[in-house]
């Protein structure tokens, strides 16, 4: 509701009611080539329009909140893997660890699905170039755990090898949750 009032009054601040009585008809003018040229829309109003089609709904932001929360559990799930990957020969703990590990990022990929899911198609298109770069941190996630589970399909367990892909997850879960937040950003959702 409260939005809902905010959006009105600026509507008002940048279109007060006089001048929406002037808009009417052509009352002689016409340019050389029989037509009116339209206005070049000014660039605060395409700002202030862009900012309203891509606004996130209260639905949004408990979502995106959500997503951030369980990426930054696996990003620390994969930070503390690499500390025990280097300190520990232990398989059976490893192993353990690694599958709570995958099991984090598959949660934290699919909130994040299920957040992109909840755009609306004028969302989506307002925020093309920002989703395309959160495809492709989605995208190197996956493939650094998938490196993971490689590594624990192998006979004997090699923790060097284990530490450095979590590290590269690690970075990888970085990217990604960086590109969440500027897409947040750019939704008007205060990451705190």
């Known amino acids: 509701m409260c939005r809902s009032v905010s959006v009105i009054v600026m509507l008002f601040w940048l279109f007060p009611p ?4 002037q808009h ?19 660039s605060d109003v395409a700002t202030f329009k862009h900012a309203i089609a891509v606004q996130a709904t209260d639905e949004q932001i408990g979502q995106f ?11 620390q799930q994969a930070h503390d893997f ?11 703990g490893l192993t353990g660890k690694a599958t709570g590990l995958q099991d984090s990022v598959e949660e934290a990929q699919r909130e994040n699905r299920s957040f992109r899911q909840s755009l609306s198609d004028l969302q989506e298109a307002g925020l093309k170039n920002l989703t395309k770069k959160l495809t492709r941190s989605d995208s190197a996630v996956s493939k650094n755990a998938k490196a993971i589970s490689k590594q624990l399909e192998q006979r004997t367990l090699n923790s060097g090898r284990l530490g450095s892909g979590a590290a590269n997850l690690e970075k990888a879960l970085a990217l990604f949750q960086t590109d969440q937040l500027n897409l947040g950003m750019e939704m008007g959702i205060q990451s705190h």
Do not use: F, N, V
Request: glycine share 14%; net charge negative.
């Open 18 to 21: 006089a001048a929406l009585g």
């Open 82 to 92: 690499q500390q025990l990957a280097s300190s520990t020969s232990d398989s059976e």
């Open 65 to 75: 909140r959500m997503m951030i929360k369980t990426t930054e559990a696996a990003r």
């Open 24 to 42: 009417g008809g052509r009352h002689g003018t016409t340019s050389t080539s029989g037509g009116t040229a339209a206005p070049a829309e000014d």
